[in-house]
């Protein structure tokens, strides 16, 4: 093998691993800056994934109501929980409300998480 395909070779073997060191030392990624408005549905931990406030929903995501005998079935209505711990264990809800129109939730800096269904999204409002 000829000195310059010795060294074609070498540079060959040596590119990936330049590669892949420029990677391993890139700069982490900034953190995520909290949601808001908050999606009407899902869990979120109070701090990483949203700020404590004050926060507004229009109400109901759904299109259309389903009634029973005069009342609203729970998955025609929009629903949320704030919790005291950073799980979804309904032994620690601090607060809870469900309805079909507008309403607040009032995520305080005690809460750990906020758990939101069916409900448009949550607009900060102070």
Same mark, same amino acid.
């Given at each position: 093998?000829?000195?310059?395909?010795?060294?074609?070779?070498?540079?060959?073997?040596?590119?990936?691993?330049?590669?892949?060191?420029?990677?391993?030392?890139?700069?982490?990624? #900034?953190?995520?800056?909290?949601?808001?408005?908050?999606?009407?549905?899902?869990?979120?931990?109070?701090?990483?994934?949203?700020?404590?406030?004050?926060?507004?929903?229009?109400?109901?995501?759904?299109?259309?109501?389903?009634?029973?005998?005069?009342?609203?079935?729970?998955?025609?209505?929009?629903?949320?929980?704030?919790?005291?711990?950073?799980? #979804?264990?309904?032994?620690?809800?601090?607060?809870?409300?469900?309805?079909?129109?507008?309403?607040?939730?009032?995520?305080?800096?005690?809460?750990?998480?906020?758990?939101?269904?069916?409900?448009?999204?949550?607009?900060?409002?102070?």
């Amino acid at each position: 093998m000829s000195d310059t395909r010795r060294r074609r070779a070498a540079a060959g073997l040596l590119a990936p691993a330049a590669a892949l060191t420029a990677i391993t030392t890139a700069a982490p990624p #900034a953190a995520a800056q909290p949601m808001d408005p908050i999606p009407g549905n899902g869990f979120f931990l109070v701090g990483p994934d949203i700020s404590p406030g004050l926060y507004r929903t229009a109400g109901t995501a759904s299109v259309f109501g389903v009634w029973i005998n005069d009342v609203p079935t729970q998955d025609s209505m929009c629903l949320w929980f704030t919790y005291s711990t950073p799980d #979804a264990n309904k032994d620690n809800v601090v607060s809870t409300n469900i309805s079909m129109g507008p309403m607040f939730a009032n995520i305080n800096s005690t809460v750990m998480a906020f758990e939101s269904r069916n409900c448009q999204p949550w607009t900060r409002v102070s």
